[in-house]
């Protein structure tokens, strides 16, 4: 188990330092800041002053081993647009997305777990069918127009929901269904399949064999093993499921880091988007090995391999 | 020409029968697909407006109609026989401005699916087939491309580069490759160890021949399959950047920045932003529904 978490966490500081680069690279390499920085019509020795300034005229390793260096203390810089560190401005708006990708997450749960059983318990019924129609087109529909529906349903014709803002469940409702909508159709194949593989093995036969219920034997013999799967792609998509959070921030008002990273992108705030980019990443990659470390306490075969 | 013989005569029986056999067996799959076919011959509908869309469109996507602001679509109260689905805040017609719009989604989504599929493919096949340390640095490369969420670096990367048609191809082009890379890594890695690509080896061809003759042509089904699937993601996203304001920039009509002008209006005037999210959704669904159509016929055994 030891050499299992050291070999993940050794991926994850490759991917991590991968990241950085790519941070790095999208203001460096891409773009220049001080093109960002100062107005149009500023004089050539204006720029140069600056690239000094801002240590750009050095060589692009040592300006990369700079970045990374104060980073790592977390120092990003500061806000060009807001005069705080970038780290707390980003630091400050992380719980909104947190809770925002756990609750869409318990939606789709919530959808798929009982939809993916019955399905697959009652394969090529209408039940099946049925899912596989709501999971097709649910992969179809874009989270943002599904958002924007849900507000002029809900909001703006019934009055029922708030349609932005944040702080009690109702802000909750809207947001979190539309996320979890999008993720509820792959968690559904999932589970289907998870339970239809199950259910065809020997020990499912020696439970029955043993006379226990039907119920039984699904709830406590199949269902246990069909998460397996569940969980391993599930944690391995969590950065699509940001990749979804963020979509859904922008469409309900909802102060994460998703609104903030936009709002930056458009005041061309580059310390901010470095941040928010950088800190996702290891949202993200931390995510992953702890799925990978909890699949592998769960499903020894797993560790082994 | 001198007759043929009994046995001649047998195997070329032997052979039409087989043929026709094949046929029908075909058109019997292809009847079990039918919703596949169903959705491509809307997808080819949807193609064909936007690409004749000067033609059919009722009117110039950009001319302004200030007496019939906001009129909401036909068929309601205070809706305009000239407008059939309504118009936006100044008046431009929905239907001729959704019909045009088509023509930015469909050309960034195949544009943007031949960028990364090229990439893809190429880093796919070599990782697969020479193995050691290319494979390593280039699976480290899908990791940390695929753990990233895609969406983010896009906007990232828009950000620096400037919102317009040509960067959003290339951005959304350039970030999709990693699942075309890791599929056919791993089909590469299966198929090398064959024995018609140990024969080609044997028999003296060098690297590029047997990758491209021997190799690839096996990929071909399964990259037609991503490829196809692809687009529809492509679509959503390139939707989601214009609905930002990041993508394609107004006047031009694409549905991305129809459905985030539409969004402002949404408190009175729902058919704005309503209309090109559905043509969003409907365009998508047929791609999904003919990709996998397409997988079912083409590679039953792909794994998306």
Redesign the interface.
């Known amino acids: 188990m030891r050499r299992y978490i050291a070999r993940q966490l050794v991926?994850l500081v490759?991917?991590v330092f991968?990241?950085s680069l790519?941070?790095f690279a999208?203001?460096h390499v891409?773009?220049d800041p001080v093109l960002?920085l100062l107005p149009q019509n500023a004089g050539k020795e204006e720029f140069e002053r600056y690239r000094h300034l801002l240590g750009l005229d050095r060589p692009i390793y040592v300006q990369y081993w700079k970045f990374v260096s104060r980073a790592v203390l977390g120092d990003f810089g500061k806000s060009w647009y807001a005069d705080t560190p970038a780290f707390s401005l980003v630091l400050e708006r992380m719980p909104p997305t947190i809770y925002l990708t756990l609750s869409g997450l318990v939606v789709a749960l919530v959808i798929a777990l009982p939809l993916g059983t019955v399905a697959a318990l009652r394969r090529h019924s209408w039940v099946d069918s049925l899912c596989t129609a709501v999971a097709?087109?649910g992969?179809?529909?874009?989270i943002?127009?599904l958002g924007?529906?849900l507000?002029?349903v809900f909001s703006?014709r019934l009055r029922l929901l708030p349609a932005s803002g944040y702080g009690t469940w109702q802000n909750f409702l809207m947001p979190a269904f539309c996320l979890g909508a999008a993720l509820a159709p792959i968690t559904m194949r999932l589970v289907r399949s998870g339970v239809i593989e199950v259910m065809n093995m020997e020990f499912i036969k020696t439970a029955r064999a043993k006379g226990l219920a039907e119920g039984r034997v699904v709830v406590k013999h199949a269902f246990r093993n069909a998460c397996i799967p569940v969980i391993t792609v599930l944690g391995?998509q969590f950065?699509?499921l940001?990749?979804g959070a963020?979509?859904t921030e922008?469409i309900f008002a909802w102060p994460g880091v998703?609104t903030l990273?936009?709002e930056s992108?458009?005041n061309?705030d580059?310390p901010v988007?470095q941040c928010?980019?950088v800190l996702?990443?290891l949202l993200?990659?931390t995510v992953?090995l702890l799925v990978d470390v909890v699949v592998g306490l769960i499903d020894p075969r797993i560790r082994a391999s | 020409m001198s007759t043929p013989s009994r046995v001649e005569l047998t195997e070329m029986g032997a052979a039409h029968i087989a043929a026709s056999a094949a046929r029908q067996a075909t058109w019997r799959r292809l009847l079990r697909l039918r919703w596949g076919v169903g959705a491509a011959v809307v997808l080819l509908l949807i193609i064909a407006s936007a690409t004749v869309a000067p033609l059919i469109a009722p009117y110039d996507p950009l001319a302004v109609d200030i007496r019939h602001r906001l009129s909401p679509p036909a068929w309601m109260d205070r809706g305009t026989a000239e407008h059939l689905l309504g118009t936006d805040q100044v008046g431009r017609d929905l239907l001729a401005r959704m019909i045009y719009g088509g023509r930015v989604s469909l050309v960034v989504g195949v544009a943007a699916v031949i960028i990364s599929a090229t990439i893809g493919v190429l880093l796919g096949l070599s990782a697969g087939y020479f193995g050691g340390n290319t494979d390593w640095t280039i699976m480290t490369l899908i990791n940390v491309m695929l753990t990233f969420p895609f969406v983010l670096l896009a906007l990232a990367v828009i950000a620096v580069l400037g919102p317009n048609l040509v960067n959003m191809i290339i951005v959304l082009g350039v970030a999709g490759w990693p699942i075309y890379a890791r599929v056919v890594r791993a089909e590469t890695l299966a198929i090398r160890e064959r024995e018609f690509v140990l024969a080609g080896r044997a028999l003296g061809m060098g690297h590029v021949r047997l990758v491209f003759r021997q190799i690839v042509p096996n990929l071909v089904s399964t990259i037609v399959v991503i490829a196809t699937l692809q687009v529809a993601q492509v679509i959503i996203l390139e939707s989601f950047l214009s609905f930002l304001g990041l993508g394609v920039q107004p006047p031009t009509p694409a549905w991305g920045n129809m459905l985030g002008e539409g969004r402002v209006y949404m408190l009175n005037s729902w058919w704005i932003a309503t209309f090109p999210g559905l043509a969003i959704f409907v365009t998508t669904l047929v791609i999904n529904l003919m990709g996998n159509a397409l997988r079912d016929w083409l590679d039953p055994h792909l794994k998306l």
């Open positions: 991926q490759v991917v991968g990241i790519l941070a999208i203001l891409l773009g960002l097709v087109a992969q179809a529909a874009p943002f127009w924007i529906m507000i002029i703006v391995l950065g699509q940001l990749g963020i979509i922008t998703a990273t936009v992108i458009r061309q580059f988007v928010a980019v996702l990443a993200i990659v992953n």
